[in-house]
DNA sequence: TGTGACATATAAGTCTGACTTTTTGTTCGG
DNA sequence: CCGAACAAAAAGTCAGACTTATATGTCACA
């Protein structure tokens, strides 16, 4: 699951940036390498190189003679696919979802005008697959063939928007939408109305209707954070 | 100007990475790290760590036995301030700054709909200030003054939303803004009807009309989608 | 000729210890 | 009371030896 993994490296920033993104110490705390070091029992070089990365994410700010310090969580790029998954994984998840859907509800229209403008025959083809995919697990509790398909099928979107910014933040999607289907729990099936108007999205797009492409966008997304409302109030 | 500036790592750093994000590396090339290091003229060690940096942005993937990896373009951080600033130094910065542009143009509308409803007296005041400040700088070539209340009151904007992901973005916006003064030749003095806009948009947010809010902002941003269509066809 | 096991070379990964540099807090003299 | 010199502390840098994973080539065997 963790994208980190490979090497002793990785192994402690797993583990400390959980931690600093946790907020397990305060803005301000200064931790000094060497006991870091000590702790995760790994050579300072090793630990030079978490720091680094701690501090290209802006979750610390290393300074000579006084060490290496946790900064507050405005300063933190919430962006980096890395620090969200950490977020997400930590105990102010459910505020983190919220932030991610409200982003999402900005996000996806517009970029769902776009892309009835932009996208290919393909890209077209793909989308009206994903929302039969979505239909086809819609009942008798198929919610993880239903998942796959909804997180396919937003990527699509995302991608033929032809913006860089929007694609890239179908990791973002795709991790909230598996939140919503694992962690929360979703007993029932998805629903039918989200279904629909997924298919009618697709068809959207399709027919180059850009401000029905976005309208139908922003109906879905508002579904997402009203069914927010619901489980977190 | 540059962020990262302390240290030999940070040199490095700076000089590197503009390097890849300008795409000197087609994505597949090898870097090996003794070279890098020699060419640099420094010590494994702190090239290692560049390296490291490097990889938790994505911009390249360091594999044993086979060296540093360049990635294609579709996988970089595009979110990460840096990254952003690099491309926007870069040969690529038009581009960029449409992408840029027209995630403005999707978080914004958005982000100022909720400071209508989140933000406190204090961040209203801070916004009409701004938007005077606006008015006063907007005849007589005062660019500069023009420029740093425009930043301030999307900065303003985008925090007092209350969401963390929206007021993150400031950074961009005031790149975007400043981009489109100082690069982008911006001889004559600002358009008046955006002005206008602004002034009317703090007016809304201080009397609590989200949905007016909204599409003053969606005014805003689409003006300077048409402007960038001008300038950069 | 194809295939699988094995050997080898390579480049990253790790560790250690010594040394340098910057910054901060203290102390001492005016 | 204040400023300048000083000392200590922690990050920063370096060099070199060693480890580990792995891509690739080799060779025997089918």
Do not use: K
């Amino acid at each position: 699951m963790s994208t980190t993994g490979r090497g002793l490296h990785g192994r402690v920033l797993d583990t400390l940036g959980p931690e600093i993104t946790a907020g397990a110490y305060p803005p301000g705390s200064v931790l000094r390498t060497d006991e870091l070091a000590q702790r995760f029992d790994v050579s300072r070089s090793v630990m030079r190189e978490v720091v680094r990365v701690l501090e290209s994410m802006h979750l610390v700010e290393s300074r000579r003679r006084v060490g290496v310090t946790v900064l507050p969580a405005r300063e933190w790029n919430v962006y980096d696919p890395q620090v969200i998954r950490w977020r997400l994984a930590g105990a102010d998840r459910p505020r983190q979802l919220r932030s991610l859907t409200v982003l999402r509800s900005a996000i996806e229209p517009v970029a769902a005008g776009l892309a009835a403008r932009n996208a290919t025959a393909e890209q077209c083809a793909e989308l009206t697959e994903c929302a039969l995919g979505m239909v086809a697990h819609s009942r008798g509790h198929r919610l993880e063939g239903y998942l796959f398909h909804d997180v396919a099928f937003h990527r699509v979107i995302l991608t033929a928007s032809g913006n860089e910014m929007f694609a890239r933040l179908g990791d973002v999607v795709a991790e909230v939408l598996a939140g919503r289907t694992h962690h929360d729990v979703m007993f029932e099936d998805p629903d039918p109305a989200a279904v629909t108007l997924h298919v009618q999205l697709a068809e959207a797009v399709r027919e180059r209707d850009a401000a029905r492409a976005e309208r139908l966008t922003r109906e879905i997304t508002e579904g997402a954070l009203q069914e927010l409302d619901v489980l977190a109030p």
